[in-house]
């Protein structure tokens, strides 16, 4: 049974952003498959194996929000959702960009760590790219399914992926990272439209995955406004907040403007940038934070 979500609304038009972005298990070893991931240099914070948080109540699949709010410890992490569903081939082959360049560019020079949540669809398209972004120690790849279908039912207008076919849509995708040579996908998993419940929960425990929402909302979907991106940005962060935005140039033109205003403002404010992994680690290791959000939710924020 799926228990009641929240329905939230951001100024950018949610529900039909989100509708607009929608085109249209063999048992295995706990974790996701991964190649071996090269040991840390000496001079990076990436441990040998990736954080990961303890499953939650009943064994599901533990959730992670933000991270702890230490005033004294400013970090924020910018994640970016690279969206392309299992039925928008086409309109990548008629001209329309699902990617974003100019905003990977942008990261890479004003030198900010971020976690790509990547569909797999996402990943077939443009596999240099997904190559570069995962080759590239700046950056980690996350999973944000293969089709870009929703977890739930009534998910703001995104067709669902059956239960039974949950863990295989999220597996395919790391078999689409690898296909196009990823060499490390994380172990995180974030639910399209944010949308899950206790039963997702249940289906994807087999995959090993952290799944990962946010609490700031961006509310780059199909914004022109960067001044506005920035500002929802900049009023909403605190310290070991996950701040959702997009990598996806025709549904989110005006992000790449928006980081251009926010990373230094941040910086001003003393906060600094770290990957989602780290933030992780922190929570797992913070003795006072619970293991997982409450089982059924729906985030406000698009995903």
């Not at 992670?64 to 004294?72: I, K, L």
């Amino acid at each position: 049974m799926i228990t009641r979500v929240r329905r939230v609304t951001t100024a950018c038009g949610l529900a039909a952003a989100l509708a607009a972005l929608a085109a249209c298990g063999t048992p295995q070893a706990p974790q996701p498959p991964q190649p071996a991931r090269p040991a840390p240099s000496a001079s990076s914070a990436t441990p040998s194996r990736p954080p990961t948080l303890a499953p939650g109540p009943a064994g599901l699949t533990p959730v992670f929000e933000n991270g702890p709010r230490r005033a004294s410890d400013r970090t924020v992490a910018l994640t970016f959702d690279a969206d392309m569903t299992a039925g928008q081939g086409p309109r990548a082959a008629a001209g329309e960009r699902f990617d974003n360049p100019r905003l990977i560019a942008t990261l890479r020079a004003l030198k900010v760590p971020a976690t790509v949540f990547m569909t797999g669809r996402w990943a077939e398209e443009y596999p240099a790219q997904a190559r570069s972004i995962g080759r590239d120690p700046l950056f980690e790849v996350a999973n944000h399914s293969y089709s870009h279908y929703a977890f739930t039912d009534d998910c703001y207008g995104l067709p669902t992926v059956s239960e039974n076919r949950m863990r295989a849509d999220v597996e395919r995708a790391y078999g689409a990272f690898r296909e196009a040579g990823v060499p490390d996908p994380m172990p995180y998993f974030r639910f399209p439209g944010g949308c899950y419940d206790r039963r997702a929960l249940k289906a994807l425990t087999p995959a090993g995955v952290t799944a990962v929402q946010w609490d700031v909302v961006g509310g780059d979907a199909f914004a022109t406004d960067a001044d506005a991106v920035a500002r929802q940005v900049l009023e909403g962060v605190r310290p070991g907040s996950v701040v959702v935005l997009h990598c996806t140039r025709s549904a989110a033109p005006a992000t790449e403007r928006a980081v251009r205003e926010i990373v230094p403002e941040l910086r001003k404010r003393g906060y600094r940038f770290v990957k989602v992994s780290e933030l992780i680690e922190d929570a797992a290791l913070s003795p006072s934070r619970p293991s997982a959000a409450p089982p059924a939710t729906r985030t406000p924020g698009t995903g």
